[in-house]
C-alpha cells in the first residue's frame, strides 16, 4: 500500500476511537437518519477505513441492527419540512464536495430539534443547526 493509503488508515483509525470515545461517554438519545445510516454501512464495508476487519454487507447490516437494540439508539424517519429547510439552506453561491449532504443533516437537525454530531467543521456554517464537531488531538 502506498504511504498515503497508510496515513488515511491511519487517519481514519483515530476517527473510530474519536467516534467509540464519544458513543461511550454518551448518556442521552442518538438518532440515525437515512443518511447516517447509509454512512455507517459504507464506513464499515470500506477497506480502507475498516482494514483488516473489513465487513461483509450483510455483517455491516448486522452491526447496525445490533446498535438499534442499544437503549440510546433511534431511528427517525423524515420528518415533514426537512426538504424545503434542506434547499433554504443551499442558497449559497457555490456548492463543493460533502455540502449538499451536510446541508441535508443540517436541516435534518433543525426540524428534528436533535443536534448533529459530526467530525467536519464545515457542518457548523448553518448558524441555525445545533452541531457538535468531534476533534481529534495531536498529528496525522
Known amino acids: 500500500m502506498p504511504t498515503f493509503g497508510w496515513r488515511c488508515v491511519l487517519i481514519a483509525m483515530s476517527f473510530i476511537r474519536l467516534a467509540a470515545d464519544w458513543f461511550s461517554a454518551a448518556n442521552e438519545l442518538i438518532w440515525f437518519c437515512r443518511v447516517t445510516q447509509m454512512t455507517l454501512l459504507r464506513l464499515l464495508t470500506n477497506r480502507i477505513v475498516i482494514g483488516t476487519d473489513l465487513l461483509r ?25 426537512v426538504e424545503g ?19 441535508w443533516l443540517a436541516a435534518f437537525s433543525i426540524i428534528h430539534g436533535s443536534r448533529l454530531i459530526s467530525f467536519d467543521g464545515g457542518t457548523q456554517r448553518w448558524m441555525r443547526a445545533s452541531v457538535e464537531v468531534l476533534r481529534k488531538t495531536g498529528s496525522l
Open 85 to 103: 429547510e434542506w434547499l433554504s439552506l443551499m442558497e449559497v453561491p457555490e456548492a463543493s464536495g460533502s455540502v449538499w449532504t451536510d446541508a
Open 57 to 81: 454487507p450483510v455483517e455491516a447490516v448486522s452491526v447496525y441492527r445490533r446498535l438499534l437494540n442499544d437503549s440510546r439508539i433511534r431511528f427517525a424517519d423524515e420528518p415533514d419540512g
